[in-house]
Nanobody, 124 residues
Framework: QVQVVESGGGLVQAGGSLRLSCAAS????????MAWFRQAPGKEREFVAA????????KYVNSVKGRFTISRDNAKNTLYLQMNSLKPEDTAVYYC?????????????????WGQGTQVTVSS
């Protein structure tokens, strides 16, 4: 059974940094594209970043480009999201998701397993 577990969320002041981690098991990790989504209160789930299976290709939503970096360590079956220069509008629950192939998308429907989410709160 595939399991996806996020960690690393918390409370940080504007301008600060956090690193989220996502541990995945039950699937050939290096064959699976993965992504981060987020959902703020009262808003729809939003694509944040994605990475292909070997880590050679990434995609970001415009609002986080230059501030967030998605990466993966296939030897550790772990996905990361380094978040710098955080803003109050980054406050949300962040979700990790995985798909059964190497190709990512910003469309949530292609991802078949999701984590439970980790809260990120940025104070002004």
């Amino acid at each position: 059974q595939v399991q996806v577990v996020e960690s690393g969320g918390g409370l940080v002041q504007a301008g600060g940094s956090l690193r989220l981690s996502c541990a995945a098991s039950g699937r050939a990790f290096s064959s699976a594209a993965m992504a981060w989504f987020r959902q703020a209160p009262g808003k729809e789930r939003e694509f944040v970043a994605a990475i292909n299976g070997n880590g050679g290709s990434t995609k970001y939503v415009n609002s986080v480009k230059g501030r967030f970096t998605i990466s993966r360590d296939n030897a550790k079956n772990t996905l990361y999201l380094q978040m710098n220069s955080l803003k109050p509008e980054d406050t949300a629950v962040y979700y990790c998701a995985t798909t059964g192939n190497q190709y990512y998308s910003d469309y949530p429907g292609i991802y078949d397993y999701w984590g439970q989410g980790t809260q990120v709160t940025v104070s002004s």
